[in-house]
């Protein structure tokens, strides 16, 4: 098969290698600024690219306010470039794809794969993130997590792995979630467990805030209990849990680590990627 890989961060960049190394043809663009092996050609042309590709890539996530992810690019990439590059019968595959950018796939008879919205790859990735999320809080304190109190906000993916990582190496572990039924399901498996409202009673006990919810749960009367000494690490994506300005000028030491699997584990990122695609490209040859 040709791949197109267009655009991405490190985990793009091995995944390219990861490809051919499976013998299949892969052409890249935007990916001009990354180093990738001579036998993996840098199109000069995203019409070269991805002319005759059964497949093209596209990052996790895919895009932003209409301007393909591409850090390694020497110039922007708007999704409309790229669709109008494209051919009815190719595969799209990419993670968080716009809704302009898929309906647009879709109107010019592409087919269409959201990586984000395979339950293998999600799970996968929140493993990811979690792993890098340990991994943040020990490096940005001197506290230990062992004998910390950490609070993680929300019940997703992201929060259910994160908190039973922290509490197997011997945190006390709370969770504030809005159902009673992952609050449940949060005690039964050991940890602590409360409502959004509860939380002013408790913000002062927490040596760790980490937030995973998409939207604001931690407002300033919130923040103004957290202790000075304390850490927030903010996974969630924009607008984020809680004010990050808010929390500087309150003099709390807060961190905002999006796309983590990228930063702590781009090669098994990139072979989750791959795994995900060839599943996408089995099924829809049955």
Request: hydrophobic letters at 45%; a negative charge; glycine letters at 10%.
């Amino acid at each position: 098969m040709k791949f197109a890989v267009i655009g991405g961060d490190k985990r793009s960049v091995l995944l390219c290698s990861l490809l051919w190394r499976d013998r299949h043809r892969v052409h890249s663009f935007a990916l001009e600024k990354a180093e990738l092996p001579a036998e993996i050609p840098k199109a000069g042309c995203l019409q070269s690219c991805v002319y005759g590709a059964d497949c093209i890539v596209l990052p996790t996530p895919a895009e932003k306010n209409g301007i393909i992810n591409s850090p390694y690019a020497s110039q922007p990439l708007t999704a409309e470039e790229l669709l109008v590059s494209l051919w009815p019968g190719q595969l799209l595959i990419g993670g968080k794809l716009g809704r302009e950018l898929s309906m647009g796939a879709v109107a010019q008879g592409l087919q269409v794969a959201d990586l984000m919205q395979r339950r293998g790859f999600t799970v996968g990735n929140a493993a990811l993130t979690a792993e890098g999320a340990v991994e943040k809080l020990m490096a940005s304190s001197p506290r230990s997590l062992w004998g910390s109190s950490i609070l993680v906000t929300g019940w997703g993916r992201i929060a259910k792995i994160l908190s039973l990582r922290l509490y197997a190496m011997g945190a006390r572990v709370t969770v504030a979630a809005r159902k009673e039924g992952d609050r449940a399901m949060a005690t039964a498996l050991g940890l602590e467990a409360l409502d959004f409202p509860q939380l002013p009673e408790t913000m002062a006990d927490y040596d760790f805030i980490v937030n995973t919810v998409p939207e604001q749960v931690l407002g300033e009367q919130e923040l103004n209990l957290v202790r000075r000494d304390a850490l927030l690490l903010e996974l969630a994506s924009a607008p984020g849990g809680f004010d990050m300005r808010q929390a500087d000028e309150l003099g709390l030491k807060a961190l905002a680590a999006p796309g983590l699997p990228g930063l702590c584990a781009p090669y098994t990122a990139a072979e989750l990627m791959r795994d995900t695609i060839y599943s996408v490209i089995r099924e829809r040859e049955e």
